[in-house]
């Protein structure tokens, strides 16, 4: 079947939106690919169907078979994504991956809320270390009636706000960051590879 | 977990082995692969999820994709399997039988058991 001008419009106007969907996660290289080889089965799919002459239908029906451009971009995010944070462990893949789940699935939800949780709380202990040379008076202790209460940081400092502790404050506060970071990390990749094994299972 | 549920795992569950099993026969491209597995099964309920399966098994080494152009009036994708493809398939091919004929048997007992009772 030959597309009319304005089939083709409504081929590149599915190709375009799934380029879009695509560009937010995937390499521009791996983008081209995945277009191009989408837009050949669609050409094939089209020169193949018998000449019919509602055009319309027999379009949507093709592209109905192949799935919204969205889900097909899903589709991709859910390989590539997972895949790349399970072998590489890298941070970025890793985030991008819970991301997507979270955007995707109740329990991709919840767990990531856990996982923000621990990375915020990781950032927080480090950015106290960080701080501590900077301003020695406003990181520290902080105590309430005598007794202590946790790490923490006021700016500014307000009267009767009791912030105890010298420099042996950093390496405590670097010492549960990068600790609640690498056990926050390693649940997330657990995580993420479990979902893996659950998908490919 | 609902009877919808189940199936959807189960055909995921078998449809890289049916992807491999597809392109062992000879190289093919993306809708012939589709086509085939449209002719001996239903795995295929989106057309378009499958090709991100593909670059994933191509990820892993287990296919090989190769652009082929002038064959038709528009570029093919063809993929192929390797020898790592090969390797795990039939491995694949091993596991699945063996897990068939289990549940198989499981199912006999349970039948047997049935008509006992009855």
Redesign the interface.
Known sequence: MQLSDTGVSRVNGYLFVLERSLKTFLPSD?VRD?V??????L???V?SAVADPNERDVLERILA???PPL??AQ??S???TI?EAVTTGRFVPIVRAVGHLAATTVTGFFTALGLLIGYLTSFGFIALAVLKPIFPDNVGVQYVRGFPIGLGAHFPLRPGIDLRGGYWVIPVALFCGLGIFVGTHRGARRFLSWWRER??? | MSHETWQE?LR??GL?LAILLTVSAGPR???AIIQHLEAFTDLVV????I???L??LT??GLLEAE?VEGE??????YYKLTRTGATRLSNMKAEWRAFAEKIGRLMDAAERTDHAAL
């Not at chain 1, 191009?36 to 089965?41: D, G, K, N, P, V």
């Open positions: 791996l995945a191009r080889e989408i837009e050949s089965h050409r094939e799919r020169a078979e192949l799935g889900r097909v589709a991709y859910a390989e590539r895949d998908r490919l299972s | 795992q995921r569950g890289d491209y993306g809708l989106t057309e378009g999820t090709y991100p399966i670059g994933r990820r892993e652009w038709a009036p528009h570029a093919r994708k």
